[in-house]
C-alpha cells in the first residue's frame, strides 16, 4: 500500500528488502546504508509486526534508526498487526521523545 500511495502522490520510493528466510525481518545494516547514502529521505515506515510474517523488530535496532547521525525525520511504525505481537512492543512510550 505505500508504494502505491507514493506513487499516487508522485513521491519517490526507497526499498530496503528484508533479511531472508527464516527471519523476513528488518535489515538494519541495510537501512542505516540506505539512510547515510541520500539525505533527501524524509519518512521511514515501519510495519511493526510485520504483514505477513509476523516478524519483530526488536527496540534497540529501531533506535539504532531514530538515533542514526544523518537522519532528522519522522518514522511511522505500522502497528495495524500489534494485537498478534507479544506484549511490551507497542512503543508508544516513545512518541514524546
Known amino acids: 500500500m505505500y ?4 506513487q499516487v502522490n508522485d513521491i519517490s520510493l526507497l ?5 531472508p ?3 523476513f525481518t528488518l535489515n538494519i ?4 546504508f540506505t ?12 510495519c511493526l ?3 505477513p510474517t509476523g516478524a519483530l523488530i526488536p527496540k534497540l535496532q529501531l533506535q539504532e534508526v531514530l538515533k ?3 537522519w532528522n ?16 512492543l507497542s512503543l508508544t512510550e516513545w512518541v514524546t521523545e
Open 49 to 51: 509486526p510485520s504483514n
Open 21 to 23: 528466510t527464516p527471519e
Open 3 to 6: 508504494t502505491v500511495s507514493a
Open 29 to 32: 545494516l541495510s537501512v542505516l
Open 15 to 19: 526499498r530496503v528488502l528484508v533479511t
Open 68 to 70: 542514526h547521525p544523518t
Open 73 to 88: 525525520s519522522i518514522v511511522v511504525l505500522d502497528k495495524a498487526y500489534i494485537d498478534f505481537a507479544p506484549d511490551g
Open 35 to 46: 539512510l547515510s547514502s541520500d539525505p533527501l529521505i524524509k519518512l521511514i515506515y515501519v
